[in-house]
């Protein structure tokens, strides 16, 4: 592997130019490949030789895309998926059978949730919910038939924290399998491989596409592990489109300097009202007041481009003040160049009961505002002018 900084591997790492010298890459919209002789094409199918065989299985395009992502994240290879979606639900089909058991943390992204509670229990594979306040009495949580551990922090849309290196330790010593779920904070700000995670899942339409244009995913990790990944996305079929992958993997080029700027506006924007009268609570990892503050500035890079605001006034006063934004947009996405802003109690986590809501910090009055790459003095006036229109 080489040792180059960030920025350089994203934008340098780069499939072989064709015959026509291009400079940046093209996209293979093909579904097959050609091969010299039958004798080629045996060797390639038996994995004698390495090269192309059909988009199902891989292509330059997703190649591209999974060779950048690794060398940032610091994992040894991966599969590029359609959705994250399709990254979470590959990464524990392949990895689990019938008879396991998973243990993951209460605050996942709901789709997830839906997966360990709805799905998975059909095929016999079950899980627990551990609370990440209580993350020192997990090994009570373990079952002799216990073989994931599935996490994501920052968590959405809480902003819980979870030890990265702790968690590593915990897997090893459970002998578990650590799959984390790093798409709110990027390899940019965290690399969880570095903790001992084994398999690192991404939803790729988050802040690597950036502009929420296209859906993808990746599932990256130790190459024992993406080898069986490998045998069930190639005979299931959540392949990347070559289009969506290239759109990705031109995206990690400009990554870094999104990343920069996503975190410094929502710096500014949590700072700015950290003591508006008008909120309960400003939560962002990277102010003093956030409970795991230190445990943030340890293992991320920046704040990551995620606030909480806790309006005061409930859910009657949120949906106020979310219709009286006039630049910010009301939409199902975050990690976008434009400002997003969520009402979680009354969309995605509705199907939640209160309680179970109020478990995961998802109080009535809770915005989630996913802070884009406009100048923040706009997205602190739109905030504010809204606060004042929605008393
Ligand atoms: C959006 C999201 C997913 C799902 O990704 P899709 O690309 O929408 O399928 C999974 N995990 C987290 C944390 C997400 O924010």
């Known amino acids: 592997m080489s040792n180059k900084n960030f920025e350089t591997e994203a934008i340098r790492i780069a499939s072989s130019k064709s015959n026509q010298r291009e400079h940046s890459a093209p996209i293979y919209l093909t579904s097959s490949f050609t091969f010299d002789s039958?004798?080629?094409?045996?060797?390639?199918?038996?994995?004698?030789?390495?090269?192309?065989?059909?988009?199902?299985?891989?292509?330059?395009?997703?190649?591209?895309?999974?060779?950048?992502?690794?060398?940032?994240?610091?994992?040894?290879?991966g599969i590029?998926?359609?959705?994250?979606?399709?990254?979470?639900?590959?990464?524990?089909?392949?990895?689990?059978?019938?008879?396991d058991h998973i243990l993951a943390a209460r605050s996942l992204f709901g789709s997830t949730h839906q997966l360990l509670t709805r799905l998975f229990p059909k095929w016999g594979i079950t899980s627990t919910y551990g609370d990440i306040s209580d993350i020192e009495n997990w090994d009570k949580l373990v079952q002799p038939n216990t073989k994931m551990l599935f996490i994501e922090t920052p968590s959405n849309p809480g902003l819980e924290i979870i030890d990265l290196e702790w968690i590593g330790k915990f897997a090893k010593a459970h002998n578990l399998i650590l799959v984390v779920d790093n798409c709110f904070?990027?390899?940019?700000?965290?690399?969880?491989?570095?903790?001992?995670?084994?398999?690192?899942?991404?939803?790729?339409?988050?802040?690597?596409?950036?502009q929420g244009r296209v859906l993808g995913g990746l599932i990256l990790g130790k190459k024992e592990f993406i080898q069986d990944v490998q045998f069930f996305t190639r005979h299931t079929g959540p392949s990347i489109?070559?289009?969506?992958?290239?759109?990705?993997?031109?995206?990690?080029?400009t990554l870094a300097v999104r990343m920069e700027r996503h975190c410094a506006n929502a710096l500014k924007t949590a700072e700015y009202f950290q003591d508006s009268p008008d909120l309960e609570f400003v939560k962002y990892p990277f102010l003093k007041s956030h409970p795991q503050y230190d445990l943030a500035k340890k293992q991320m890079k920046h704040g990551g481009g995620i606030i909480?605001?806790?309006l005061k006034g409930g859910i009657e006063r949120a949906k106020r003040f979310i219709d009286e934004l006039q630049m910010i947009t009301v939409t199902a996405n975050l990690g976008d160049s434009r400002s997003i802003i969520t009402h979680p109690a009354s969309t995605t986590h509705s199907k939640l009961s209160e309680e179970e809501r109020e478990r995961v910090g998802i109080l009535p009055g809770l915005i989630r505002l996913s802070t884009g790459l406009e100048h923040h003095d706009d997205i602190i006036a739109d905030v504010e002018r809204a606060l004042e229109k929605s008393r």
């Not at 070559?242 to 080029?253: G, K, V």
């Open 308 to 310: 909480t605001l806790t």
């Open 185 to 210: 904070a990027t390899p940019y700000l965290q690399q969880p491989a570095k903790w001992g995670a084994d398999i690192v899942a991404h939803s790729a339409t988050k802040y690597i596409d950036g």
């Open 80 to 99: 590029a998926t359609a959705s994250g979606m399709a990254a979470m639900f590959g990464a524990i089909a392949s990895l689990l059978q019938q008879g």
């Open 38 to 77: 039958a004798e080629e094409a045996r060797q390639m199918f038996a994995d004698e030789i390495p090269g192309n065989i059909y988009s199902r299985y891989a292509n330059p395009n997703s190649t591209d895309l999974i060779e950048k992502v690794c060398a940032v994240e610091g994992t040894e290879d």
């Open 241 to 253: 489109s070559p289009f969506n992958a290239w759109i990705l993997s031109r995206s990690m080029e």
